[in-house]
């Protein structure tokens, strides 16, 4: 089995500091790996392993290489996955007057021996990338996977200067998610059981797939939310995950609210669900600050 995984991702910082984050040894270590070795020529090494590598190599195991560089441009390697040779190439193009733009290609050639292997190296890099977002933004939401992990969560605890009811009320109320969640002509029925559908759409593979939570699994009110959650490609196959928005008053008026995404199958199902939580959470203190 033969393919490859090409994507594309933007950010607001100059070409020179992107590059910079891929190939910097300190740097790779805070939002890549655990361990990093980098020597930038062809033929030196791009070695990294520990916890927060896909397969969590050891020292000896992490024979990475480099098979390609241009300074400020272009870097590729190779990378022994499952006993199957794979090569990464990243290069770094600048976008309007100061962005860059990060387009990453992976090559697998052979069977890693996995279910949804095309999407567990999609995943990967979604991962990858959103946690290099986090780091040049200055950190906020960084989440290195540890690929140890049986069951990975995602959780955040934010403050929102607003009750509970205040907050709850906005997580109900369907214009008012439609606002800080999205998605199009959303439905809710506030009970254990009711739809919850935000009914976003979009094409995955010339499909078309309504994305989103599609029912309330637990609801207490003012206190507590949780919705199922479909795996976000359609595949009816993948287990649904759940999310849950715990609300509980801080003491100071105001909101601490614990949000966490539990169910995943695998530590990169996680995929970009870390820093777009996050996103979405500053969207709602926004909305019930309004």
């Known amino acids: 089995m033969t393919f490859t995984i090409t994507q594309e991702h933007s950010f607001p910082d100059p070409p020179g500091r992107v590059f910079e984050t891929l190939t910097n040894p300190n740097q790779l270590s805070r939002w890549f790996a655990e361990h990093v070795e980098v020597t930038p020529l062809v033929g030196g090494s791009y070695r990294f392993w520990g916890r927060h590598t896909l397969g969590t190599p050891s020292r000896a195991e992490a024979t990475q290489s480099v098979t390609q560089y241009q300074p400020e ?22 976008t309007g007057s100061t962005g860059a733009r990060l387009i ?82 959303v439905v809710v029925e506030p009970y254990v059981g009711g739809r919850y559908e935000l ?37 009816e196959k993948v287990p649904d995950q759940r999310i849950s928005f715990e609300l509980l008053p801080n003491g100071l008026g105001g909101t601490a609210l614990t949000f966490t995404h539990s169910g995943f199958q695998r530590v990169t199902d996680m995929g970009d669900y870390g820093v777009g939580w996050l996103a979405f959470l500053d969207q709602l203190r926004k909305e019930v600050m309004t």
């Open 73 to 94: 441009d272009s870097i590729g390697f190779t990378w022994m996955l499952s006993g199957v040779p794979t090569e990464v190439n990243l290069r770094v193009r600048p």
């Open 104 to 185: 990453v290609e992976h090559r697998v050639d052979g069977d890693l021996g996995v279910p949804r292997q095309k999407e567990m190296i999609d995943d990967h890099w979604r991962l990858a990338t959103s946690n290099l977002a986090a780091y040049l933004a200055g950190g906020d939401g960084l989440h290195l996977p540890d690929f140890t992990e049986r069951h990975p969560i995602i959780t955040h605890t934010v403050r929102i200067d607003a009750p509970p009811s205040v907050v709850f009320r906005a997580m109900l109320e369907p214009e008012r998610i439609a606002r800080w969640l999205g998605g199009t002509d």
């Open 199 to 235: 009914r976003w759409q979009y094409k995955i593979d010339g499909r078309d797939v309504i994305g989103g939570p599609r029912k309330i699994l637990q609801l207490v009110t003012d206190e507590l939310l949780v919705l199922d959650w479909p795996d976000w490609r359609g595949d």
